[in-house]
């Protein structure tokens, strides 16, 4: 056990306390998928939800026509039953188009449009997905107690130990050489704001209803370096605060593939890289991939010894082989194409929020 404190707040867990939060006026977030829905790790989160006394739980849900009655109907199985919002509806993409807002689609923007609805009818917003066997009813207070505290952002952090082994390669073997070598050449506050986090890939965060309507947000796995960002413009190291919520279990994702590691480091690195450019760094991608990949191999060392230490088992040469597929992640960003802030378009989330129902009623029974 340790208590040490970093640039942001670091809330530790000493004892499992669960803290006072303003839960009844708070939103939570949770994005879904057709494939993530009746799951024992999803059963487990909205069980645990629907014992708390929140305003509202609102499920951005991502799914194709033929299986959104099934997924509402299991969600219908929770009492008090938890609000979908179908983000992939023809007429909620009908409505996006016609305020110059459609593109791609992916989990960032499932979220961004929770967002809108979340923030405009509570004062805190809480956002989590729905796959951690390992969640737990403090998880929610955690995250909003802050926020009655004289926070606007906070982030959850937490182990990824499992089965014997380290997890949280993405965010090991990736993102934090990379921020620390950005470091090593850049005396920038973004860069030390990013490095405070001690889980910064971690989906899971809370925001007052004001902050929540500045972020902009990445339409895909870039979510989560991306709500760091806009949390530093708006926030800052005064009003961030990170908090402890243990040992996270979920499921783990293979390095290659569509849906793989290796494509998420792609779009975690336009991210990270949008972020920083954003906030006045030029980093020099000429020498960061091969300066990223001796960062990385010392991480490696010091994670074989920690796992050593523990008794893990760890597979060095695996990680060094991952550290290579990241680094071709390691180039400028592609063109930007984050949503903007809820506070900076035209689009009523009111609106989003009856498309999304509409379609809803137009959905075959089973």
Not at 19 to 25: G, I, M, N, R
Not at 88 to 117: C, F, M, S, Y
Not at 274 to 299: I, M
Request: with cysteine.
């Amino acid at each position: 056990m340790e208590y040490v404190q970093e640039l942001v707040t670091t809330l530790h867990d000493f004892g499992g306390a669960s803290p006072d939060a303003p839960l009844a006026e708070t939103t939570v977030v949770v994005p879904l998928t057709e494939r993530d829905h009746g799951s024992p790790a999803a059963e487990r989160v909205f069980r645990i939800l629907s014992s708390l006394d929140l305003d509202s739980v609102l499920v951005a849900l991502h799914a194709d026509r033929t299986a959104v009655t099934e997924v509402t109907e299991w969600l219908g199985g929770f009492d008090p039953t938890p609000e979908v919002l179908w983000c992939t509806a023809p007429p909620v993409e009908q409505l996006l188009a016609q305020h110059g807002l459609g593109g791609g689609a992916g989990k960032g923007r499932d979220v961004w449009l929770a967002l809108g609805i979340a923030a405009a009818r509570s004062s805190y917003v809480v956002v989590h997905d729905a796959d951690a066997t390992s969640y737990g009813p403090s998880h929610v207070p955690k995250l909003c107690a802050p926020l009655a505290n004289g926070h606007d952002f906070v982030k959850g952090y937490y182990a990824r130990v499992e089965d014997g082994r380290l997890y949280g390669r993405l965010f090991r073997l990736f993102f934090t050489p990379l921020v620390r070598e950005l470091a090593q050449s850049h005396d920038a506050p973004i860069l030390r704001y990013l490095s405070a986090f001690r889980y910064a890939l971690a989906g899971e965060f809370a925001a007052t209803a004001s902050l929540a309507r500045q972020l902009r947000v990445q339409r895909d796995w870039g979510l989560e370096v991306g709500t760091l960002g806009d949390a530093f413009a708006g926030a800052g190291f005064e009003r961030s605060a990170q908090v402890d919520l243990g040992v996270h279990e979920h499921d783990h994702r293979a390095v290659s593939g569509e849906q793989g590691l290796g494509s998420m480091a792609d779009q975690v690195g336009r991210a990270l890289f949008r972020v920083v450019e954003d906030a006045g760094v030029d980093p020099d991608y000429g020498s960061l991939p091969a300066r990223y990949r001796a960062a990385a191999r010392r991480l490696v060392e010091q994670y074989a010894a920690d796992a050593a230490f523990n008794g893990l088992d760890y597979d060095a040469a695996g990680e060094r082989e991952q550290v290579r597929t990241y680094a071709d992640a390691v180039r400028p960003p592609e063109a930007d194409t984050r949503l903007p802030a809820w506070s900076e378009t035209d689009l009523d989330p009111v609106a989003v929020g009856d498309a999304a129902r509409d379609a809803l009623g137009t959905c075959p029974e089973r």
